[in-house]
Each structure stands twice: as C-alpha cells, then as structure tokens.
C-alpha cells in the first residue's frame, strides 16, 4: 500500500484547474506560473500512478476519477482551512490574514469610509479584499478562497452565520429634466418597465430593486446593461432610462456632477440589508461578529 499523501498545494492546484478550465487562468488563481502548477498536477499524478487529467491543446478534461478527487479535494482544503483558523482564532481576534469578499454595490462606497479607521485601530489586521458579484463571492466563501463576504441580504447563501452591518434604502434614480415631474417618493407602479435599467445576472441588487417593486413584468421588460453602478448613472444621464440605486452610494457621491436626481422607491419592503457572512459553525465566528461590530462603527 502506497504511502505517499498528496501535499495541500498540489490539491489546490487540481481544484484551481478544475474551476478554471484552463492551465494558464488556474496558474494566475494561483499566484503561480503555468509550468509549477502543470509541474505540481504531474506530480501528483505520477504519485498516485493515475491520470486526473486529459490534455489536449485547446481542452482540459478531468477524466471521471479526477472529479472524484476534486470533490475529495474541497473537502480536505476545507478542513485545512478551518484548522488553520482555529488555531488563529486562539491568537488575539482581528490579528494576522482575513480573505474578504465584497460585492460590487457596496465595496466603492462603504470601504472607502471604513477602511482606514480599522487600519488605525487594528494594525494588525491584514486584510485581504477581492470584489466579486454575489454569487462568486459566495462560491469562493463555500470553496474556503475567502474568509467571510459582505454582500446585500436576502440572498440565497447556502449554510452561513451573519451579522447585520445596516440597513440601506432604495432610490429611483432619472434624469434632471424627466417630463414627469416626480413626487417626493416613487410609487413601484410609477416605473416605466420599457425605461428600467439594471445590472446583468449575478449581481443581487437586481434581485431586490425587483422584489422591492413586486411587479413581475419588469423582470422580463427590464433593459439589463449595466456591469457597475457608476455605468447604469452614465446611462441615465445620458437619458436612456432610469434605474435603481442604494442609498449608500448616493451619500457616498455617485450623482456628484450629473445631472441624475433620485427618489425614495416607496413600499414596505425597499431597503436591502447589508450583512457579514461566513460559514457555519467556523471556529472564527466570534472573531467576524466582532468584525461586524467594527463594520457597523465605521
């Protein structure tokens, strides 16, 4: 019986191979070149006397005992991580590396006034920032690439603990000169849906500028464009529509030198939760609610 054990870095390159589907963009993943993570697969392969992977010029197919190992992989990096944050979490909280994902709608705006109260008041925090859409940077949470995620409730976000940050409105944002001459506050039923812009899939404040507006068409009518906030503005102040803001980046300038105006969406549900998740039962979980805490201050 053999008794070679894969190391934790070659399994972390066959994972980073398999969500890439591509040697060159796994290797990058990695902070490696193409030829040590290729290297590194070989390895492992030739240790274990099995092909994991077929390659060809342009495909890379993970034969189906790879994917066995793959999915066998996951779960041994999990347990990796999660040894290596028990044994910070017995360190001084807030200490040492954190791998955050924040989502698009919030990084430019909260960050920005956050970030250098927690530099000053906890310098031995190393904080490590990747901005990802909703659903990527819960895959990267759930596949232990990152430590905790900021992002907008309610979403589907798989077996996590939270802590609520703030609550954050919903603004309808048209042009300075809308012929319509809107109220104080803006009724869902007052939304042209053929004018309604919003951004593409995967970001959740799609999902909840529709909810908040309970009108099922505008999911089908709605013109989907937009890749960031700052674009969607660009768009409406060159008068092609309207659409929905948080009222985060409104305080954070985003309407600065535009001639966009916005207005409360009114209703009962129009404001998105902003939250700090991370996965369950994670031995850090008092280290991310004191995190929030300092999130919540700034």
Same mark, same amino acid.
């Not at 990695?30 to 290729?38: D, H, N, R, Y």
């Not at 779960?75 to 040894?83: G, I």
């Not at 104080?184 to 970001?203: F, K, Q, V, Y």
């Not at 409360?264 to 979980?285: C, F, K």
């Given at each position: 019986?053999?008794?070679?054990?894969?190391?934790? =870095?070659?399994?972390?390159?066959?994972?980073?191979?398999?969500?890439?589907?591509?040697?060159?963009?796994?290797?990058?993943?990695?902070?490696?070149?193409?030829?040590?993570?290729?290297?590194?697969?070989?390895?492992?392969?030739?240790?274990?006397?099995?092909?994991?992977?077929?390659?060809?010029?342009?495909?890379?197919?993970?034969?189906?005992?790879?994917?066995?190992?793959?999915? =066998?992989?996951?779960?041994?990096?999990?347990?990796?991580?999660?040894? %290596?944050?028990? /044994?910070?979490?017995?360190?001084?909280?807030?200490?040492?590396?954190?791998?955050?994902?924040?989502?698009?709608?919030?990084?430019?705006?909260?960050?920005?006034?956050?970030?250098?109260?927690?530099? *000053?008041?906890?310098?031995?925090? *190393?904080?490590?920032?990747?901005?990802?859409?909703?659903?990527? %940077?819960?895959?990267?949470?759930? #596949?232990?690439?990152?430590?905790?995620?900021?992002?907008?409730?309610?979403?589907?976000?798989?077996? /996590?603990?939270?802590?609520?940050?703030?609550?954050?409105?919903?603004? /309808?944002?048209?042009? *300075?000169?809308?012929?319509?001459?809107?109220?104080?506050?803006?009724?869902?039923?007052?939304?042209?849906?053929?004018?309604?812009?919003?951004?593409?899939?995967?970001?959740?404040? *799609?999902?909840? %500028?529709?909810?908040?507006?309970?009108?099922?068409?505008?999911?089908?009518?709605?013109?989907?464009?937009?890749?960031?906030?700052?674009?969607?503005?660009?768009?409406?102040?060159?008068?092609?529509?309207?659409?929905?803001?948080?009222?985060?980046?409104?305080?954070?300038?985003?309407? #600065?030198?535009?001639?966009?105006?916005?207005?409360?969406?009114?209703?009962? #549900?129009?404001?998105?939760?902003?939250?700090?998740?991370?996965? %369950?039962?994670?031995?850090?979980?008092?280290?991310?609610?004191?995190?929030?805490?300092?999130?919540?201050?700034?």
């Amino acid at each position: 019986m053999s008794t070679y054990l894969p190391t934790i =870095k070659q399994l972390q390159y066959l994972v980073a191979l398999h969500e890439q589907q591509h040697f060159g963009r796994a290797a990058e993943a990695s902070f490696v070149s193409q030829s040590t993570l290729s290297a590194g697969i070989r390895e492992l392969e030739s240790l274990l006397g099995v092909t994991l992977v077929e390659r060809s010029r342009r495909v890379v197919r993970f034969t189906p005992l790879g994917n066995s190992v793959v999915e =066998k992989a996951h779960r041994v990096l999990r347990e990796a991580e999660e040894l %290596a944050e028990l /044994v910070q979490a017995a360190g001084k909280p807030l200490s040492g590396e954190l791998r955050m994902s924040v989502i698009p709608t919030i990084a430019p705006f909260l960050l920005p006034r956050i970030l250098p109260r927690l530099r *000053k008041e906890r310098p031995q925090l *190393k904080l490590f920032l990747r901005e990802e859409t909703s659903d990527q %940077a819960l895959e990267s949470l759930h #596949h232990g690439r990152a430590d905790c995620v900021l992002l907008a409730l309610p979403f589907a976000t798989g077996e /996590v603990e939270s802590a609520k940050i703030c609550d954050d409105e919903l603004y /309808v944002a048209f042009p *300075k000169d809308d012929p319509r001459d809107p109220p104080a506050e803006i009724s869902p039923a007052m939304i042209d849906e053929g004018r309604l812009l919003l951004l593409e899939d995967g970001h959740c404040l *799609k999902e909840h %500028a529709l909810a908040a507006c309970n009108r099922p068409e505008l999911n089908a009518s709605a013109t989907m464009i937009g890749t960031s906030l700052h674009t969607l503005v660009q768009m409406v102040d060159n008068g092609l529509g309207l659409t929905m803001l948080p009222q985060m980046a409104i305080d954070a300038g985003i309407l #600065h030198e535009t001639n966009v105006v916005a207005r409360p969406l009114q209703g009962d #549900h129009t404001s998105r939760e902003i939250a700090l998740v991370w996965r %369950a039962n994670s031995p850090r979980s008092d280290e991310f609610r004191l995190l929030a805490e300092e999130l919540r201050a700034g």
